[in-house]
């Protein structure tokens, strides 16, 4: 009897952890991105895929504002007001935006996301520089 407790509560510890939903440790999908900004799930699972979420955005932003400095040589993909939503509201409208737009769900989480980012925020017109005349 005594190792049938023990064993007992091991199968049912087991069958909980089983039960848990699975940590986020990476998106490959638009789709899996969305998921992770907008998650089900309750309790540390759903922090966890908050903050990844928002880890996602920040970096992709942040590469993004390096990779088109205002005023610098190539035009940005995207164009955030000032001031802008927060990363928290960001994370929302993606997950909203990949509901409406499945037919992008498939594609990498960044495509995803850029696509997002240029529907939602996109850039004023270019405009061209007079010549000058004679």
């Known amino acids: 009897m005594r190792r049938t407790i023990p064993i007992l509560a091991l ?3 087991s069958g ?4 848990q939903p699975r940590q986020v440790d990476h998106v490959q999908t638009a789709g899996d991105l969305a998921a ?3 998650p089900t799930s309750t309790g540390v699972p759903r922090l966890e895929a908050i903050a990844y979420c928002q880890g996602f955005l920040t970096s992709a932003g ?3 504002a390096l990779m088109y400095p205002p005023n610098g040589p190539l035009r940005p993909l995207f164009c955030v ?3 802008g939503p927060t990363i928290a ?3 929302i409208a993606f997950a909203r935006w990949a509901r409406e737009n499945p037919s992008y769900t498939s594609e990498p989480a960044l495509d995803g996301m850029l696509r997002w980012a240029q529907a939602t925020f996109p850039c004023p017109p270019a405009t061209t520089p007079r010549r ?3």
């Open 81 to 83: 007001p000032n001031p």
């Open 16 to 19: 909980t952890a089983l039960a």
């Open 62 to 64: 942040q590469y993004h």
């Open 89 to 91: 509201e960001s994370g």
């Open 11 to 13: 199968c049912l510890a």
């Open 132 to 134: 000058r005349t004679r």
């Open 36 to 38: 992770v900004c907008e």
